[in-house]
């Protein structure tokens, strides 16, 4: 119950076009729910984070859509670049516990 | 600010072998923790300390050991190294815990023989 669902493991798309990854979780008490992007040899680094009170959050190219009765949530990279080729990783977290459950990560790429 | 800084950032061990890998934050961040990091396993919670003095268990604790005696640092110590425990280790902080955003640092690439 404490698992994060993430798909899917990788993704090629092209310049240009609409890259979505999904993730699901069981956990109705989780209440906070981050995506980071990491580079090779790189740390992961915060992307965009939702809390369940909202359907969806924008922000430049980068959007959560949050589905609380499917107890899915999706991130949509708009107009992928080939800057944004990296491993994605969405989190979920419940609130005063300081744990964070992540999902296996998808690797995203993107052709030039 | 340096932000969150790891040492070393390689490391190879022998089985049975005892090291610290270090961890320190110049953010004056309450909230550290310790992740590793496994091919298709993402990054699973080994210990996290929400405060100097204040230590707990995350989902993967057995074989590791931490201590918080400042603020600023949180090292993270393997007894015995075992072959399972070849990862690569980050190192996080945060101002306070959940819904705060968490700093990763660059991570320790460890292998154990």
């Known amino acids: 119950q404490q698992q994060v669902k993430q798909s899917p493991q990788s993704l090629i798309v092209q310049k240009g076009g609409i890259s979505i990854i999904n993730c699901a979780y069981e956990?109705?008490?989780?209440?906070?729910f981050p995506w980071y992007q990491q580079f090779p040899g790189k740390g992961p680094a915060l992307l965009i984070a939702i809390r369940p009170d909202v359907s969806e959050k924008k922000e430049g190219r980068f959007t959560i859509s949050f589905n609380k009765s499917a107890k899915q949530f999706s991130l949509h990279i708009m107009d992928s670049q080939p800057g944004d080729s990296a491993t994605y990783f969405c989190?979920?977290?419940?609130?005063?516990?300081?744990?964070?459950?992540f999902g296996t990560g998808t690797r995203l790429k993107v052709l030039a | 600010n340096a932000g969150v800084t790891q040492t070393p950032k390689f490391q190879v061990l022998k089985t049975g072998q005892s090291m610290t890998l270090q961890c320190a934050q110049d953010m004056n961040h309450e909230y550290m923790s310790w992740y590793r990091q496994d091919p298709g396993m993402g990054l699973r919670l080994i210990h996290y300390s929400v405060g100097a003095g204040i230590t707990d268990q995350g989902e993967v604790p057995n074989g590791y050991n931490v201590s918080r005696s400042t603020t600023e640092d949180f090292p993270l110590r393997l007894l015995s190294a075992a072959p399972s425990q070849t990862s690569v280790y980050f190192c996080?902080?945060?101002?306070?815990?959940?819904?705060?955003?968490?700093?990763f640092g660059p991570g320790t690439r460890l292998t154990v023989l």
């Open positions: 989190a979920a977290s419940i609130r005063g516990t300081y744990k964070y459950i």
């Open positions: 996080a902080s945060s101002r306070q815990g959940n819904t705060d955003t968490q700093y």
């Open positions: 956990n109705t008490a989780f209440d906070y």
